[in-house]
């Protein structure tokens, strides 16, 4: 919401939330005041505007958990060749789900924590080309006079005050980058060591030989430990770093939209029912229930009236809410969801019809979730097929599923890039296309410290199996299919994988 929106519904809880938004950005001295007579031309018209949003923020079950307000840079306006230090990483849902699993098998302390104000922790240049001067508007000018009078002889005839930023803030180009590179030094001076194969995990071996892990998303962190005492310390260290952090703790804890249930011994349910909820009834109108995500004819391009420009819009918005259930916790609606993708630029009536399936579909199953329940062995299994031909450009299409034990971790439905000329060549791109995040799973689990055996990858082709095996195939291969054999055959080769039939 806007601050007009905020006030208009929430009143006298909006303007607190604002002044609080307001109060924090003064006591942890985020910016200055700028006279801009002293700017030379370039500087004056560098200057980016602000906005302030608010958002009534929920817990992954639905109950309500504050009113937030944040103050936002313009960083639209910035010039970026500027800045060499853009986009900052933010950790991978598959290595969350796997430190899940891990948690839940050896029966680990979990906690969640948000990093208030986390971007101004982080310091910006307040020289040079990378300084930014920042324009407040009307209300918010005054409400910084009123919280510290010192801005008055800043304010411009038009109410408005300007100021250079000291302190990263969100918006900002550079915000999210400097303040991952902050986190990662201070928790590197606490003993933490990055994770080489996802760069927002990090791990520390305790004195009793135990392994902490922390997963870092921007500002929302994920921690595992050996038990609750271990975790009293981790905590303490960090809050003693970042002030007032808010922490969940216990068999229920919410994190990134998601709860995760650690009730069950050995087990873990993933649940995102408030943004089910949400979605049901962003797609009201649509009524009734389904059977399935999607008919026998998903694949079928028909090519009939267009949707008009307010029905595109909800068609793409709806799909790509759909997409982001799909990669966390439902994994069946992916496959028609790879098809949808595909049609948000020109969706026709036809393409409706499939949207309309499939949110009948998740209707009627809205109370489904994820359970990881890795079991005793930490063997990574992958099942990758592909379906020949079914495009209707004859392109192929394949699915993958990656588990630890009875946990699935990551899964993928999509569209092959090439055209094949056999079912056995479409299942060896399919296996090209997905052994790496199999390999990506060893990997992670190893720089844990964990020694596995080699991969098993399912395949039900037994004349793919037999080409990488063997080295050797029946049928002329065109280069682009000659580069996925090499890239599979030299994971069986160095023992990284195993192919069985299945």
Known sequence: MTIQQGIKKLGNEAISSIVKEMLQLVDMDVFEGVDTNKLSAEEYNNIITSSMFLKEKYKADGEFEKLKSRLVAGGHLMDRTVYDRGASPTVSTIAVFILCCLAAQEKKAVAAADIPG?????????????????????????????????????????????????RALYGCVESARLFYEKLKKDLENLGYKVNKSDMCIFSRRENDNSRTDIAVHVDDIFVTAKD??????VLIELEYIYKGLSVQRGKMINYLGMRLDFSENEKVKITMQKYVDDLMEFC????????????????????????????????????AKFLYLGKRIRPDILTACAYLTRRVQKPSKSDYNKLCRLIQYVRGTRDMYLTLEPGNNLAIVAYIDASYGVHDDFKSHTGAVIGIGCSTVYSSSRKQKINTKSSTEAELVGLADSVGQAVWCKNFLEELGYQLEPTTIYQDNQSTIALVKNGQSNSDKTRHIAVRFFFVKDYVDNKQIKIEYM
Do not use: C, W
Not at 228 to 233: A, P, R, V
């Open 118 to 166: 986390a971007f101004l922790n982080a310091l910006m240049p307040t020289t040079g080309k990378g300084v930014v001067r920042m324009k407040l508007n009307k209300f918010l000018s005054h409400v910084l006079v009123q919280i510290d009078p010192y801005y008055t002889k800043y304010l411009r005839t038009d109410g408005t005050i300007v100021v250079k930023l000291k």
């Open 228 to 233: 609750e005492q271990t975790l009293d310390k």
């Open 284 to 319: 009201a109108e649509i009524t009734g229930v389904a059977s399935s995500p999607a008919k026998q004819d998903l694949f079928t391009v028909i090519e009939d009236e267009l949707l008009d420009d307010k029905q595109r819009e909800f068609f793409h918005s709806t799909v």
